[in-house]
């Protein structure tokens, strides 16, 4: 299978959005190339708290949020914590360069987690996985027809 056929799975309506929460922005910049093919919009956060203002602008655009795990300032860890009590209930996929996550995510939380560096289609898996699982579907805006 090519790397347009693997990508095309993970497609997903128009308009579902998803957030990139890392502190560096080559991360930041390959997880947008592999998503924006799959039809999803991305926002970006280079840090917890500007993810945060974004998720309150738009709480109910995201369907997943991808973040960092380790970062200054707020952490992946405390940022999927509130992710996860937000009303909305975005998706939340932990990615880090860590092996594992042993003593790092929210408590009693079992959250899917990605390692740094990965390959797009790893990326592409990972956010397939999630759609297969998603339920209810992200609530997303009707685009008027001209």
Avoid at 8 to 28: F, K
Wanted: hydrophobic share 45%; aromatic share 4%; net charge positive.
């Amino acid at each position: 299978m090519d790397m347009d056929s693997r990508l095309s799975v993970a497609r997903w309506p128009q308009g579902a959005t998803v957030l990139i929460v890392d502190d560096d922005p080559g991360v930041r910049a390959a997880a947008r190339r592999v998503l924006l093919p799959g039809g999803f919009q991305v926002l970006e956060a280079s840090d917890g708290a500007s993810a945060l203002r974004i998720l309150q602008q738009h709480p109910r655009e995201i369907w997943l949020v991808l973040t960092e795990l380790i970062m200054g300032g707020m952490s992946g860890r405390e940022l999927a914590a509130r992710v996860l009590a937000a009303p909305s209930r975005p998706q939340v996929l932990l990615m880090s360069a860590l092996p594992d996550l042993d003593g790092l995510a929210p408590a009693g939380a079992q959250l899917p987690y990605l390692r740094k560096p990965f390959a797009p289609e790893q990326l592409a898996l990972r956010v397939q996985e999630l759609l297969l699982r998603a339920s209810p579907a992200p609530t997303l805006t009707p685009r008027r027809s001209h």
